[in-house]
């Protein structure tokens, strides 16, 4: 199946007035069934899907995404039944798919034989949340060569000479990290969002997304009103999955009408 863009996605988005809704799973959360079932009715409600392959040492990830990933490694998940789940998916939808993944498992994997796996599968984007640009020129030389985007992070203490920096490599948007810390559903979005959106506009013009605590439909509106293109949801999401895991049936409908609510409130920006 042919893949939409980024760029087709996010100039789809603003000829609708909206913004781009993008949730984040864990392949595998709670086992390899259930959650192609969850990414398969994501894909018709949602503008793009960011995956995470289950890692033993999630370092930028808080305690909703580390429980996902126990979750997955004991449902019997490895590198190649993700592969092989991206397969399924971008077998079943064109929509926009990037990993946010840990340095290791491309290096154990091998870096160029990943990037050609995830080609040939189609995936559009790689966010390796460990690896900084300035240690990512071998990652960037060969996600280019299979057309692979390579997205990186920008926190509010990325100094303005780091932006510069990740502006000449970065591709496809880049992710605004609301929070300092790890990921995890917050009640409210800082303030200081809204100040570090305007200053990457500055030195960069691809689209932002923000991620990091983005939580309520009420935190996507604030978010897009302050600038940004879209907005990034984990925690919250696979706070639902782990809430409802011996009730698949109330799983998938809680899932469903959140996705629902929150792409909502991307609308009419």
């Given at each position: 199946?042919?893949?939409?863009?980024?760029?087709?996605?996010?100039?789809?988005?603003?000829?609708?007035?909206?913004?781009?809704f993008?949730?984040?799973?864990?392949?595998?959360?709670?086992?390899?069934?259930?959650?192609?079932?969850?990414?398969?009715?994501?894909?018709?409600?949602?503008?793009?899907?960011?995956?995470?392959?289950?890692?033993?040492?999630?370092?930028?990830?808080?305690?909703?995404?580390?429980?996902?990933?126990?979750?997955?490694?004991n449902?019997?998940?490895?590198?190649?039944?993700?592969?092989?789940?991206?397969?399924?998916?971008?077998?079943?939808?064109?929509?926009?798919?990037?990993?946010?993944?840990?340095?290791?498992?491309?290096?154990?994997?091998?870096?160029?034989?990943?990037?050609?796996?995830?080609?040939e599968?189609g995936?559009?984007?790689?966010?390796?949340?460990?690896?900084p640009?300035?240690?990512?020129e071998e990652?960037?030389?060969i996600?280019?060569?299979?057309?692979?985007?390579?997205?990186?992070?920008?926190?509010?203490?990325?100094?303005?000479?780091?932006?510069?920096?990740?502006?000449?490599?970065?591709?496809?948007?880049?992710?605004?990290?609301?929070?300092?810390?790890?990921?995890?559903?917050?009640?409210?979005?800082?303030?200081?969002?809204?100040?570090?959106?305007?200053?990457?506009?500055?030195?960069?013009n691809?689209p932002?997304?923000?991620?990091?605590?983005?939580?309520?439909?009420?935190?996507v509106?604030e978010?897009?009103?302050?600038?940004?293109?879209?907005?990034?949801?984990?925690?919250a999401?696979i706070?639902?999955?782990?809430?409802?895991?011996?009730?698949?049936?109330?799983?998938?409908?809680?899932?469903?009408?959140?996705?629902?609510?929150?792409?909502?409130?991307?609308?009419?920006?």
């Amino acid at each position: 199946m042919n893949k939409k863009t980024y760029a087709e996605m996010f100039k789809e988005s603003k000829e609708n007035n909206e913004g781009v809704f993008i949730p984040f799973l864990v392949v595998g959360d709670p086992n390899y069934e259930t959650s192609i079932e969850i990414a398969k009715l994501l894909t018709d409600k949602v503008d793009a899907l960011e995956i995470g392959f289950p890692f033993s040492d999630p370092v930028a990830d808080g305690k909703s995404v580390q429980e996902a990933d126990l979750r997955a490694f004991n449902a019997g998940i490895t590198t190649e039944k993700c592969f092989k789940f991206l397969e399924e998916l971008r077998k079943y939808s064109d929509i926009p798919i990037g990993l946010l993944l840990y340095y290791n498992l491309i290096f154990n994997y091998g870096i160029e034989a990943f990037y050609k796996r995830l080609s040939e599968i189609g995936i559009n984007a790689v966010l390796t949340a460990d690896l900084p640009p300035e240690e990512a020129e071998e990652s960037i030389k060969i996600a280019n060569k299979y057309g692979i985007e390579q997205i990186f992070i920008v926190s509010q203490k990325t100094s303005n000479d780091r932006l510069k920096k990740i502006s000449e490599f970065a591709k496809g948007f880049i992710y605004v990290a609301s929070v300092m810390g790890t990921t995890g559903a917050r009640t409210t979005v800082e303030h200081d969002t809204t100040n570090l959106i305007k200053r990457i506009k500055e030195h960069s013009n691809l689209p932002l997304c923000v991620g990091f605590g983005i939580s309520k439909p009420e935190h996507v509106k604030e978010i897009l009103g302050a600038g940004s293109d879209g907005a990034i949801v984990g925690s919250a999401l696979i706070n639902i999955i782990a809430d409802n895991i011996n009730d698949k049936d109330k799983m998938m409908d809680k899932i469903s009408k959140y996705v629902i609510k929150m792409k909502d409130a991307t609308r009419g920006i």
